[in-house]
C-alpha cells in the first residue's frame, strides 16, 4: 500500500502554492504522512466478545445473590428484581459510554457513525433498566419494611450510605436523558445538548459508589467488588486517554494555525493550517478530524471537517461549507488562530476497498472526502468519479478532482442541475458496471441515503458500499 | 450479523460461567436471612431452645414466679420483633437476678444484604453497652440508627415482660 515516491499522485491544489509567489515551483517535495493503520476486525470481534461476557457476568451475579429464603421474605422478588435492573442496566451505561470513547482500533473497524448509532440504539435500554431499578426497589423495601412507597423514599435516600450522591446521579441521568429525547433534542441547539450530554459522565460517576457498598452482588464479595470497579476505572481511562489526553497531545505537537482562508465556491471555503511535524500525522484521504478553533466563542465546540487533501507537510487543508452560525464565523477566522485537532476518525478510505475497481460519487462538499480519496487509491485503479451539484459553481474543487482522475486513469462526470432533473438512477447509466465496483459515496444524509439505495436495488454487497454522510 | 452472534454467544457464556461457578459450590449463595446474628463471643451456648418472636416468658431454672418483687434466678424473655426501616429483628435477653447475664438476636431478618452486614457490625456494639449499662439506656449508633432503635425497643420489651427496670 505504501506507494513508492515516483508513482504517488500528484498533489495539485492550492497548498503548494501558497505564499506570494503562485507562479513559483512547488515547494520542496516532502516525505508524504503515513496511512492511518488498517483496521483489523479481528480485534474488534474479541473486544466484542469481551464486553458480552461481561454484561452475561453481570446479570449472573444479580441472580446467585440472592438466596431462595430471601426471595421468599417480604419485598423479596422486587429486591431481586431491583438489584437485577441496576447491574444490567448500569453495565449496559457502560457498554454505552466505551461505543463513544474513540478507542482508535475500534474507530478503524467500525467508524464512528456506526458507534453513535449503537450509541443511541442502545441508550432507552440503561434508562429503562436503571427507573426500573429505582422504581422496583422503592417498592421492595416498602414492602419489606411494611410501609408506603412514599414513605419509604426518605429512609432509602438518608439511611443509606452513597444513596444521596446516587439519587443526584439518578436526577440527573434523566434530566440528560428527556434532553436527549429526539423531539425534545432536535430543539436544543447541538453544542448546547453536547455540553449537556457530558453529565451523563457525572451521574455514571455519582452512582458508582451505592454500587460498591449497598449492592447485593458486591457486599462481602471482594471478587465481584475488584471486577466491577476495574471495570469500570478502565473504562474512564480509555475515555481520558482517547478523549482527552491524545487530543491535547496532538494538539499541542502539531500546532496548527490559521495560514490561510479561501473561497472555493458560493458558501464553500478552504481553511489551511500550517503546523509542525505533520509528516508523523497518521491519517488517510477521506478522514475527517473533530476541530476546535480556539478563537472567542468557539474554543470550547469541536466540529467534525473532513480532510480535503492528504497533509503536505507543513499544510493541512479543510474544506468546509457554510450553512450554520459556526462555519459562517469560520470563514471568517483571523489568520494565525490556533487550532486544536481530534481523530483522525472514518472508514471512508482506501482500506475499505475490496475489489480494485471503484465508483466515487460525491454529492454537493462531499467531494471533499472524495478529493483526499482520491489520493490515497492505489495506482492502476482507474476509478469512476461522479461530482453532482446543484448549479456549476457549486463543483467545488473540480480541477484538483479531473487532475487525479486523469493520473489514475479513471472517468470524470460532472452532473449539475437539480436532483428532479438528476435523479440518482442516472449512475447506472453513467457506470455501467456499477454492481461490479466498490462504491464510496459521500454527501448530505439524503443523498448518501438515495443512493445507498439505488445501490441495495442493484443488489450491490453491503460491504462493498462505503457511505460518509455531512451533516449539514 | 456476525457480530450479534459474537455478543449473543459471549454473554451467555459469561451468564453460564457465573451459574457454574456459584453450582460448582465455590462461592454458594449466603442463606443470610433466617440465620439468627448470635454473638457466641463472651456468652456460653445457649440453653434455651430459640423462642418464637413475641413468646412470652420462658423460665429455664426453676425459679421466677411472676409475683416476688425482687425476681430471682436465672430466667429470659424474648422482646417484640420490631419492624424497622429494612428488616425485622426481636432480642431476647437472659437475666440472674437482677443483672442482665446474656442478650441475643433472634430472627434478624433484612432486605439486603448491606442492612444485614451492618446489622452485624452494631449489634456486638449495642450488646456490648447493654451489659454494661445493664438497661435498655443506650445510645444507638449513627449510621445505624433504624437498626440501634429497633434492638433497644426490642430490649426493653423483653425486659418489660421479666418485670426489670
Redo the contacts between chains.
Sequence with gaps: MTAKPSSAPPRPGGLLALGPDESGPPARATPSAPRSPAPRPLLV?LA??????????S???A?????R??LA?P?GVA?FLGNLTGLAGTYLALVMVLLISRIPFVERVLGQDTLLRWHRRLAPWPITLIIAHVVILTI??AQ????GILH?IG?LVN???DMGIATAGFVLMMAVAIASFYPIRRRIKRENWWGLHLFMYLALALAFAHEI??G?SF???PVTQLVWSVAWAATAGLVLIYRVGLPVVRSIRHGLVVEEIHPEGPDVVSVILRGRHLERLAVSGGQFFEWRFLARGMWWQAHPFSISARPQPPYLRLTVKCVGDFTSALARLPLGTRVALEGPYGTFTAHALRTRKVALIAGGIGVTSVRSLLEDLPKGTRPVVVLRASSEDELVLREEIAELVKWHGGRLHEVVGPRTAQPVEHLTELIGDLHKRDTYVSGSESFVMSVTRLLSVLKVPQEAVHADVYAL | MKRAVIAVVAAVGGFAGVLGFNLGGSRAPLLRSGAPASNPASSPPATTPPTSPGGSTTPTTSAAGGSGPPPTGVRSAVGTTYQYGYGQLAVRVTLNGSSITRVATVGLQTADPYSQQLAQQVIPLLRHEVLAAQSAKVNGFSGATYTSEAYIYSLQSALDKLHKK
Design positions: 470481534d466484542l466478545a469481551v464486553v458480552a461476557v461481561g454484561f452475561g457476568l446479570v449472573g451475579i441472580l446467585t445473590a440472592t438466596s429464603h430471601q421474605a419485598g429486591l421492595g423495601y419489606a419494611a411494611r410501609t419509604e429512609p439511611g443509606f450510605p457498598v449497598l447485593p457486599v462481602g464479595h
